[in-house]
């Protein structure tokens, strides 16, 4: 809040923050009427008015009059509990705001993108940054549910920790995806986000390869994805196995190590030497160990094809950085890297705000769901049925 400078001399010119913001939660008082005779208390979901301001019939939607007309003050779930979240979420008027602060997004990007692809050798992160800053404070200044200033702490984090020093890469070296190769010395720790071609690593600070995957291979990058799940279907499949038959008195114990591991070597052996007793009695273990054996020779199948896919979609890559042309490389970092990022940080904001009316309206179902001579009468239930259970048991109920 603006704080005038009386209020400052009145503390001595201290600027704790405390002193002038009171940042203490109300306290969520408990409606002990409703406890007793069910309802929630309207005073609850009045409560909530900024988001029935943006949502005016999404109360009607949510909440109904307590069915004793007779208690004033009392409403309840017009809906199954399970469904709030669905309700909230599928609303005509939420996803009409949703869509109203895609727009605002929208906009602020395509005024800024232009300034933003000028960037030239004259420029500075300064002089980017702070025209951004500005603009999206005035851009979210008065919109409903959303802080304004969490959108600019978003950015200007954003800003503080990536894009300050893409600048500076960008007025150094241009608009270039420059790859530089890493050599490593013994004991280095691996890097995040190289491409690894044959023996040789590289990476480009300015452009990660997950925005190259992103625009241009998606498909091969998809592929890789079902490969990983099919490899962890098998592993499943083998854990499943060696659970069920391992131990000491399963069907799997020969090959089960000291550590409770199987070992495909260790199959490998019991099957050979299974074969040459030929003993009908070993068949049960016998299928067992071969079933172990073609999952496991699957699960190596696949893996082959993993890292026969990931060589292949990590060579396109670096043949891709030396195709990018300027106009390539302004929207992979603009559209794809600052914007794309601010617009997720946004996002998140919106959902965060979706996400506690969601939760506080679940809360305040769970919360007067019952009442006391409910939990009365369920009480007395349970225990009558206990008796019962009791005396057909022929012991006697004291």
């Known amino acids: 809040r603006m704080v005038p400078l009386a209020e400052i001399e009145k503390h001595g010119f201290n600027l704790n923050i405390p002193r002038y913001i009171d940042s203490t939660q109300p306290e969520d008082i408990q409606d002990i009427e409703a406890h007793l005779l069910g309802g929630i208390p309207n005073r609850d ?7 029935w301001s943006v949502y005016p019939n999404l109360r009607k ?8 007309s007779d208690r004033k003050g009392y409403s309840e779930l017009r809906i199954p509990q399970d469904e709030i979240k669905q309700t909230i979420f599928e609303h005509p008027e939420f996803v009409a705001y949703s869509e109203e602060m895609d727009e605002v997004f929208a906009k602020w990007k395509k005024k800024h993108t232009p300034k933003l692809k000028g960037i030239g050798t004259g420029s500075s992160p300064r002089e980017v940054i702070d025209p951004l800053a500005e603009s999206i404070l005035k851009t979210y200044a008065g919109k409903p549910l959303i802080d304004k200033y969490d959108i600019y702490q978003h950015l200007l984090t954003y800003c503080l920790e990536t894009m300050k020093d893409d600048v500076y890469m960008i ?3 241009g608009w270039k995806a420059v790859v530089t190769e890493i050599v490593r010395k013994k004991g280095d720790k691996k890097t995040e986000g190289t491409i690894r071609v044959g023996k040789k690593e590289y990476i480009c600070d300015l452009l990660p390869k997950e925005l190259l995957i992103h625009r241009y291979f998606v498909d091969e990058w998809q592929e890789l994805q079902q490969l990983e799940m099919e490899k962890e279907t098998k592993s499943s499949e083998l854990d499943e196995l060696v659970e069920e038959y ?15 591991k199987v070992s495909k070597g260790n199959v490998d052996k019991r099957v050979k030497a299974l074969n040459k007793a030929n003993d ?3 068949i049960d273990e016998l299928t ?4 172990y054996l073609t999952i496991a020779e699957a699960a190596s199948e696949v893996d082959k094809k993993i890292k026969a896919a990931d060589a292949a979609l990590e060579k396109k890559l670096l043949e891709k950085y030396g195709e990018l042309t300027e106009d390539d490389v302004k929207l992979l970092v603009v559209d794809d890297k600052w914007m794309g990022t601010v617009d997720s940080d946004t996002r998140t904001e919106f959902v965060a705000v979706s996400h506690r009316l969601t939760n506080r309206s679940v809360e305040l179902a769970n ?5 006391m001579p409910q939990l009365e009468n369920a009480t007395e239930d349970l225990g009558n049925r206990v008796k019962k259970h009791m005396v057909s048991m022929g012991l006697s109920w004291a």
């Not at 979901?45 to 988001?51: G, M, P, V």
């Not at 949510?62 to 004793?68: G, N, S, T, V």
């Not at 391992?246 to 409770?260: F, I, K, S, Y």
């Not at 919360?367 to 009442?371: L, Q």
Request: net charge negative; proline share 0%.
């Open 288 to 291: 067992v160990l071969i079933k």
């Open 61 to 68: 939607a949510l909440f109904k009059k307590f069915k004793k």
């Open 45 to 51: 979901i009045d409560a909530l008015s900024e988001y």
């Open 367 to 371: 919360r007067y769901s019952e009442a």
């Open 280 to 282: 009908a009695d070993d």
């Open 171 to 173: 007025v150094e070296d």
């Open 246 to 260: 391992a131990g000491e008195e399963g069907l799997m114990a020969e090959v089960t190590g000291d550590n409770g």
